[in-house]
């Protein structure tokens, strides 16, 4: 009786609520299901696909979006952005395959050649059926190099004059005004540099040598250059700082506690001018003063000083306030050669051999023996370091020829250079650009900064110093670079004082930066190669001939 009074009493209260739904209105119904999201399928560029980034893409290329849904037109213009390297935007065309489920995008107008793009897919594209796209996508690409001719066509040796005058240009044009001497950089003001004004000096006898100014007009810029670093420039034991104003003469720092002596700079600026010495060789006053001016400058300089106490090795730096803190030693394999020749030629503070042999020759890591590429590397660091390790010291040492103890300094700056031009040829880090005429590695700017480049610190930079300035030694392989950085990078790296100091084909980079320590052996080391001019001059001094024997050194010129 009890069950069914619960039955019945449970229907009536169900018709209940049921009729008070329908007189008092109903809840809402649940809304829909949002349109499902849909998701990328792939992407071709001009037909091919290899991830998302590309080189060597011709300026006209087709780039084709698929996914896995049509997608809605409207929203196609506001989801993808085309842009440069500098964020400048690309006009494209839009077209649509496969019922809308592939978007498809041309530029315009033809791209720049060697220039990174971007172009950027956002989550804001709909479908047709109003889903979104679920994760973004990013598309790098860098369009092929221009092959075409720039400039016209030169004789192998007008092409070399032309490059030296214009190179030229740096150390005549842009000297600075009070003190005659080169600027670190075009963008450096009042600051000059002792050791790239040495090699400014040895470039300015190149141009009086090259017909580029007169004698006179030489000699007239050498007078200024000479009576500031002797009479104005400030010293320090003889030795000057690494950067000095070129209006007073007042050390700049280089670094914090570098705000003193700088041996090495100092080496650099004494081997230009000796080199200067020996070629002012005219008997009369105006020459004659030049010579003794200069001979004043060398022997001022306290090589032995520089042992730091009497040690058996020489030291970079000095401070006035900081002394010997930076406590770096000049020990070898690197571009320090000549500044042991110099203190070891020296005839008023000069070192004796001992200091040459367990100094720089007694580093670790000095010999090395091993081959790469094929060619064995008798000194230095596994695969050679950066080519200015056979620059800056033989601007002025002639290697041809030259022999100490076992090494043969013509297989040690040739080889090294061969393994650097074989690194950038056999490229294995893959950077786009890099081949048999485009090689080089050496301390350049780089973008956002400055790095020594070399195979073991390879960042794609490549610096036209480094294959220009080993013409004595890779002559063939040299050219080829010479004339690929003209003929068809010209547009791009050829400015108003020869090439601009680096450039990476890879990363779509190319400096607006000269520096006076990689424009400098340029038009030195070029000369070297056409007629040896510096090498004759700097080995002709007689202190160096006594200072290169002391140390054991031999060669035809010695």
Partial sequence: MISRFFYFFC??????????????GSNPPPPPPPPASFSFNSFRINGQFNGFTYYNIN???????????????????????????????????????????????????????????????????????????????????????????????????ALLDKVQQQTFKYFWDFAH??????????????????????????????????????????????????????????????????????????????????????????????????????????????ETSLRNDINAIYNGVEWSWFRNGGQNVLYWHWSPNYGWDMNMQIRGWNECLVTYVLAASSTTFGIPPVVYTNGWKGAPGFVNGSSYYGYQLPLGPALGGPLFFSHYSFLGINPNGLAEGSVNYTTQTKNHTLINYNYCKANPRGYFGYSDSVWGLTASDMEGGYTASSPTNDVSVIAPTAALSSFPYTPAESMAALKFFYYVLGDKIWKEYGFVDAFSLNNTWFASSFLAIDQGPIIIMMENYRSGLLWNLFTGCPEVKAGMQSLGFTAPYL
């Fill in 11 to 24: 229907i009536v209260i169900f018709l209940f609520f049921a009729g008070c739904g329908k007189d008092g």
């Fill in 59 to 157: 300026t006209n290329p087709v780039l084709k979006f698929s996914f896995f849904a049509p997608v809605n037109r409207t929203t196609v213009s506001n989801s993808f952005s085309f842009r440069d390297k500098s964020g400048a935007l690309v006009s494209y065309n839009t077209s649509y395959e496969n019922n809308d489920s592939t978007v498809v995008l041309q530029p315009t107008s033809p791209l720049t050649y060697i220039t990174k793009y971007i172009v950027s897919l956002s989550t804001t594209l709909k479908s047709t059926a109003g889903g979104s796209l679920l994760t973004g996508i990013d598309v790098n690409f860098t369009t092929q190099i221009d092959s075409s001719r720039k400039f016209p066509l030169l004789s192998d040796n």
């Fill in 177 to 286: 005004p009070v003190s005659g001497l080169a600027r670190e950089r075009n963008s450096s003001g009042d600051l000059v540099t002792s050791g790239g004004s040495g090699f400014g000096v040895m470039s300015l006898i190149t141009g009086v040598h090259r017909g580029f100014i007169t004698r006179a007009q030489g000699l007239a810029r050498m007078q200024t250059i000479v009576s500031f670093i002797k009479n104005t420039a400030q010293k320090f034991h003889g030795a000057f700082p690494h950067w000095l104003s070129g209006s007073t003469g007042a050390v700049i720092p280089f670094s914090a506690k570098d705000n003193g002596a700088d041996l090495v700079e100092t080496s650099y600026l004494v081997q230009g001018l000796l080199c200067a010495r020996q070629y002012f060789n005219d008997a009369g006053i105006p």
